[in-house]
C-alpha cells in the first residue's frame, strides 16, 4: 500500500487515493535534510561549472610569471600558483572537468551495464552463466591497473579518459539489473507481453528496464563520484587530464607538489572536491531510502 494519500468522502464512505510511486519518493525525499543539501549543493557546483567561461575572472591558461605564486588577496580570491595562474579560475574551470568526467563515463557504464545485466537477466540459462562469468572474471582484474594500462596503450586524451573509466565501472550495475530483471520477469505483466508476442527487445526496454529505474538511479548517483576519485587519482598520477587543462585532482596533484610553501594550492581544490563527493553521496542514499518500497508508512 502507498505511504500517502489523498482522502474522498462519496455518500459517507471515504475513498482513499493512493500516492504515485515517484511522488511517494518525492515526498520522502524532500523530508531528508541531507539529500536536500546535498541535491541543492551539487546543483549550485554544476550550475557555476555550466556559465564558467561567462564568470571566471580569468583564462585557466592565463600565465603572469613576474607575478608567480601569491596567497589570497583582493585581486586573486584564491591565490595565483607558481607561473601566476589564477587558482579560481582554474578550480572552476576543473570543476567543468571532473565533472564531464564524472557524468559522461557513468553514462557510458550505465549504457553498458544496463543492457548487458538485462539481457543475462532476461534470456537466463546457459546464457546468463556464460555472460556473469565474463563479469566474475573481470571483476579479478585490478580495475586501476586496468584504467591504466588502457590510457597508456591507446593515448592520454579526455575522450578515451571518458570510455576507459566507462569501460570498469559497468560491472556493478550489470548484477544489480540483472537481479531486478531476473525477478520481475515472473511477474504478470511480462508474462501477459510474452502472450500477446512482443519480441525481447520490446519487452526488456518497455516493461523490464523501466520497471528497475529505481535501483539503477540510486546507483548511478553513487557510481559518480567513485568515477571522480578514479578520475583524480589517474590524474595524481598523471595519467589523466593533461596540462595545460585542469580538474580537481590535477589541481590537487600540483598542490600536493608544493604544500608547504603554497598551501592554498592543495587546500581549495581538495574542499571542492569533498564537497562534490559528500554531496553526490548524501543524494545517492536519499535516494535509496525514498526509493525503498518496504520504507516505513507515515
Known sequence: MPSAATSEIVEGIVIEEGASLWGDALRRLAKNRLALFGLITLSAIAFVALITPAIAPYPYDAQDLEYGAQSPNAEHWLGTDRLGRDLLSRLMYGGRISLMVGFAATAVSLLVGVLYGAAAGYFGGRL???????????????????????????????????????????????????????????????????????????????????????????????????????????????????????????????????MEEFPWLLIYPSIALSLTLFSLNFLGDGLRDALDPRASKD
Not at 166 to 173: C, D, F, I, K
Open 128 to 258: 546468463d552463466s556464460f555472460m556473469m562469468r565474463i563479469v566474475d572474471i573481470m571483476y579479478a582484474l585490478p580495475f586501476t591497473i586496468f584504467v591504466i594500462i588502457l590510457m597508456v596503450f591507446f593515448g592520454k586524451n579526455i575522450i578515451l579518459l571518458f570510455l576507459a573509466i566507462g569501460a570498469v565501472e559497468w560491472l556493478t550495475m550489470a548484477r544489480i539489473v540483472r537481479g531486478q530483471v531476473r525477478s520481475l520477469k515472473e511477474k504478470e505483466f511480462v508474462e501477459a507481453a510474452v502472450a500477446m508476442g512482443l519480441p525481447s527487445h520490446t519487452i526488456l526496454t518497455r516493461h523490464l528496464i523501466p520497471n528497475a529505474l529505481g535501483p539503477i538511479i540510486v546507483y548511478a548517483t553513487l557510481t559518480i563520484p567513485n568515477v571522480m576519485l578514479l578520475e583524480a587519482f589517474l590524474s595524481f598520477l598523471g595519467l589523466g587530464v593533461q596540462a595545460p587543462m585542469s580538474s580537481w585532482g590535477l589541481l590537487i596533484r600540483e598542490g600536493q607538489e608544493q
